[in-house]
């Protein structure tokens, strides 16, 4: 589609001209009603006022000055002075084959290095819902990012050294004085195995947090364990070590259910050795001062709408925060990684978190000022009442909690669809888990990231509507189409008299709309497709009988047709992370 527009765009650029109203840019979009034609240009009406002519006389000159070409069937003039184009047949055909040989050619669109920054799991607490988000937008922008020609790597990037963990690691302490981590005077080797299970330090986070906030002198022991910790005390480090070993495997199970991952596991702490020389090059510059006894930079800017605090690089403790981690590894990534681009899916509420921190990044030069930063935010999934998305009894709703509760009802409308009892208990299983997997992710993807939305489990499980399992229904039913006729996707014909333009169109608008994806940073503009491509292919499929019909030259077409919607909706189910089935 980029292609065929980009031709259209020169061929009315040149009519343009030689009709004598040259203009610098033209544009060429899909028609908004498709008995119209297949594409228009309004660039008659823009140019009216420049040129001091009605935008149909030179809308009509245009047409007649359109050069000899192979690709326009006709050029029309309606309403005010809009041109509406279609394409001739045979141009058509050839476009949609050359698609269907060429949908996994590299776009280079785009080949910068890029890390995608999403997950953000905190090590000793269970991810929630809200890791939902970050895990299955972050994953899809990675995807289309990579799609486009980026050199793409995503970082789940733990919060792994603040001041949770020195509660837990004071709290542990605290419960098992006599456990060899807590002997300042072992020299010795640390048990190897944890001495305890992921639950277990995901339910005891919850109680040191409790009880150092309402105990000032656990607050305070909590406060020195977290220091001694990033300051390398061998028995926590040992302990610390430990809880990344537990989480981190938690965190690879549940992500792995969800078909997300992350080629770089790094966390807070892999940045920590950075955080202090970095300050002291931003005091020796002279971009920070002293405030109320903590280290800040001032960011605020004329034209700001909302008042923009100091980004603070020092507590007035001299403890580093969550900025100064966030700083050192934007340092990290752009020396090591070679990062040309960072984007963070992250909770839109943190927004001015953000702000600062570019913009300290910015000003203090410690990243090349060629360094594209992206903050990508993201809303809040909620309940019917509107509200987050809680537990029964009220609590914040871990993500193995909703995972199960949407493999449970995906379990229940797959066993309805089974009545024959065609599958095994086994297969049962399996359809139903990657049925709530896509229920579960194209639910979360499909709405515009910045907006809040609410989760309806048994509506996002249905077979019918804007839902991951309608969408992997459509795929098997085209697979089963093609596996019954014998399709030989080596020998493609297509002949357009045969089908509806729309669908055509929509074909050939695959590429275009990947790279409006990655423009606007957006996923739901590939739901929004797919979808599309997919209701088009159910009225085709429902208004044709394809295995059973007897006109060679219209079933060739047809499987045609099948196979490369087939080859459209998993090449884009795979860009927003959702495995398909083979049969269901």
């Known amino acids: 589609m980029k292609n065929i527009t980009k031709n259209l765009e020169t061929l009315l650029k040149t009519a343009f001209q030689n009709a004598g109203f040259g203009l610098e840019k033209i544009t060429i979009s899909p028609c908004t ?98 890791h939902l988000r970050s895990g299955t937008i972050g994953e899809s922008i990675k995807h289309i990012c990579a799609a486009v020609g980026n050199s793409t790597l995503g970082d789940v990037h733990f919060g792994d050294w603040g001041m949770p963990l020195g509660m837990v ?13 807590f002997d300042p005077n072992f020299a010795g080797e640390y048990p190897t195995n944890p001495p305890f299970t992921v639950k277990e330090i995901e339910d005891l986070y919850p109680t040191a947090s409790k009880n150092a906030k309402a105990d000032e002198k656990l607050m305070e022991i909590a406060h020195r364990a977290t220091f001694e910790l990033q300051e390398g005390r061998r028995g926590y480090r040992a302990l610390w070590e430990h809880i990344m070993t537990v989480s981190k495997n938690e965190v690879r199970r549940l992500y ?63 403890a580093i925060t969550y900025a100064t981690t966030d700083l050192a590894t934007l340092m990290q990534r752009e020396k090591d990684f070679g990062a040309q681009r960072v984007i963070y899916i992250v909770d839109k509420r943190q927004d001015l978190h953000f702000t600062q921190v570019f913009r300290t990044a910015r000003k203090t030069g410690i990243v090349s000022p060629n360094l594209q930063l992206d903050f990508a935010g993201f809303g809040t999934m909620n309940g019917k009442d509107g509200k987050p998305y809680k537990t029964r009894d009220g609590g914040v709703m871990q993500l193995a909690v909703l995972i199960e509760e949407v493999r449970q009802m995906a379990t229940q409308k797959v066993q309805e669809t089974n ?4 599958y095994t208990a086994e297969e049962m299983a399996f359809i139903a888990e990657k049925v709530a997997v896509s229920a579960l992710k194209f639910a979360d993807l499909s709405i515009f990231r910045t907006k809040d939305y609410i989760f309806d489990v048994e509506k996002f499980c249905s077979f019918e509507g804007k839902t991951g399992p309608y969408l992997l229904y459509t795929i ?33 608008a695959c590429k275009n709309e990947i790279i409006r994806a990655y423009d606007e940073l957006a996923p739901s503009v590939l739901c929004d497709y797919v979808y599309k491509v997919a209701n088009l292919f159910n009225s085709f499929y429902n208004t044709c009988n394809i295995i059973n019909e007897t006109d060679e030259d219209k079933k060739k077409t047809w499987l045609f047709l099948t196979h490369l919607t087939l080859q459209t909706m998993e090449k884009i189910m795979q860009l927003l992370g959702i495995e398909t089935l083979e049969k269901m």
């Open 169 to 181: 690691i004071s709290e542990l302490e605290r419960l098992h004085p006599d456990w060899v981590y």
């Open 256 to 318: 792995g259910i969800l078909n997300i991952d992350f080629e770089l596991w790094l966390g807070e702490s892999d940045a920590h050795n950075l955080c202090r020389p970095m300050v002291e090059k931003i005091v020796e510059d002279g971009h920070a001062k002293i405030s109320q006894g903590a280290t800040v930079v001032d960011v605020a800017e004329d034209g700001d709408k909302i008042d923009i605090p100091p980004c603070m690089l020092l507590k007035s403790d001299g």
């Open 33 to 130: 009603m498709i008995d119209m034609g297949d594409f228009q240009c309004n660039d008659a009406l823009s140019g009216a006022k420049k040129f001091g002519t009605a935008p149909r006389i030179i809308a009509q000159k245009v047409v007649e000055s359109l050069p000899q070409n192979d690709i326009i069937q006709s050029a029309e003039v309606a309403g005010a002075g809009f041109i509406n184009i279609t394409l001739r047949d045979d141009f058509l055909a050839k476009a949609l084959i050359f698609a269907a040989q060429n949908l996994n050619a590299p776009i280079n669109y785009d080949t910068r290095k890029t890390i995608v920054d999403y997950g953000g799991p905190n090590v000793a607490k269970p991810l929630h819902v809200g």
């Open 419 to 422: 009545q024959t009892g065609a």
């Open 476 to 508: 098997t039913r085209a697979k089963s189409i093609l596996r019954k006729a014998g399709y030989d996707a080596q020998n493609p014909y297509f002949n357009p008299a045969h089908c509806g333009r729309e669908i055509m169109l929509a074909l050939l």
